[in-house]
């Protein structure tokens, strides 16, 4: 096992592309792109770039860490599905890490940590409570410390440094982190009916 692993981590599960590039414990690179939408079109090159400046290729990664949420439902699945991808690609171990284990690295304890959702929601653990989305007011009734994201690049930084701590032991294939169901609704008018051995037109 190489004494400083090189480690690439990355983020779209909020309106960005995040990266970034450790080697050990040292930032070699890190980048963020606000976006909307598009991250589906810009993940891979932004990690391409990425390596090429910093003067790696794929092939000398040891490991992926992935942003699993909680988050925006379609980009946590595309860069769950990059990263999945890239592992099997290039075999090397991907760790999903939580938006909630990203905030409190390396934070002091006790603290809650707060991912911002619609609405004026949020995802939080409080004490006594599991992960859950409620209202935003909440947090006015806590007495511990309330840390919210990171800016998008060190929060990748955070995502990395954790898959450096983990990925030697066989971590299971990342997986989408969800507290919510999708915004999208089933749709409410009936099907329509399939006619078989219709007559030709």
């Not at 949020?122 to 511990?144: F, K, N, V």
């Amino acid at each position: 096992m190489p004494s400083k692993p090189l480690i690439l981590g990355f983020d779209t599960s909020a309106a960005y592309c995040a990266a970034a590039l450790l080697s050990g414990e040292n930032v070699i690179a890190k980048t963020c792109e606000d976006m909307k939408r598009g991250q589906a079109e810009r993940l891979m090159p932004l990690l391409q770039g990425l390596l090429e400046k910093s003067g790696y290729v794929w092939q000398d990664l040891d490991a992926i860490g992935v942003g699993t949420g909680p988050g925006n439902f379609t980009g946590i699945r595309i860069s769950v599905s990059a990263a999945r991808g890239l592992a099997l690609g290039l075999n090397i171990p991907a760790v999903g890490v939580t938006s909630f284990e990203a905030i409190s690295h390396n934070q002091p304890s006790p603290h809650i940590s707060v991912v911002s959702a619609p609405r004026d929601q949020i995802y939080a653990i409080l004490p006594g409570i599991d992960a859950a989305q409620m209202d935003r007011s909440i947090l006015d009734h806590q007495s511990s410390p309330v840390i919210f994201s990171p800016d998008p690049a060190n929060f990748a930084i955070n995502i990395a440094d954790i898959a450096r701590s983990r990925y030697a032991s066989a971590p299971p294939p990342p997986a989408p982190y969800y507290l919510r169901t999708a915004d999208a609704a089933p749709a409410r008018d009936k099907a329509p009916t399939i006619l078989e051995n219709a007559p030709e037109l």
